[in-house]
């Protein structure tokens, strides 16, 4: 049974940094998708960062330059590093996976089969 729990989320002022974490347990198969999905109130899910079991990675525009996903295959823990951070960054941040070898739109949330329960990110200005 595959099992997510995300950690490292916060309240930080503009321009700050967090790094989150997903502890990944119960993952069987070596070909997957990992990423990164944030809702916040009022709006649909969407795609942050994803990487694939070969180390191709995917970001949103609005993240380019100031996240960075990387994921530890020993621990399997997969990270979020956020820079910059912008009051519209404020959100959920869910960590989910799906064991695909190919999705065309890995940034996708529907693409995506398990998930964790999301920790919460607050950006003042």
């Known amino acids: 049974q595959v099992q997510l729990v995300e950690s490292g989320g916060g309240s930080v002022q503009a321009g700050g940094s967090l790094r989150l974490s997903c502890a990944a347990s119960g993952l069987t198969y070596k070909t997957y998708y990992m990423g990164w999905f944030r809702q916040a109130p009022g709006k649909e899910r969407e795609g942050v960062a994803t990487?694939?079991?070969?180390?191709?990675?995917s970001y949103a525009d609005s993240v380019k330059g100031r996240f960075t996903i990387t994921q530890d295959n020993a621990k399997n823990i997969l990270f979020l590093q956020m820079n910059s951070l912008k009051p519209e960054d404020s959100a959920m941040y869910y960590c989910?996976?799906?064991?695909?070898?190919?999705?065309?739109?890995?940034?996708?949330?529907?693409?995506?089969?398990?998930w964790g329960q999301g920790t919460q990110v607050t950006v003042s200005s």
């Open positions: 989910a996976t799906v064991p695909y070898s190919w999705i065309r739109s890995p940034l996708g949330p529907s693409n995506y089969k398990y």
């Open positions: 990487i694939h079991s070969n180390g191709v990675t």
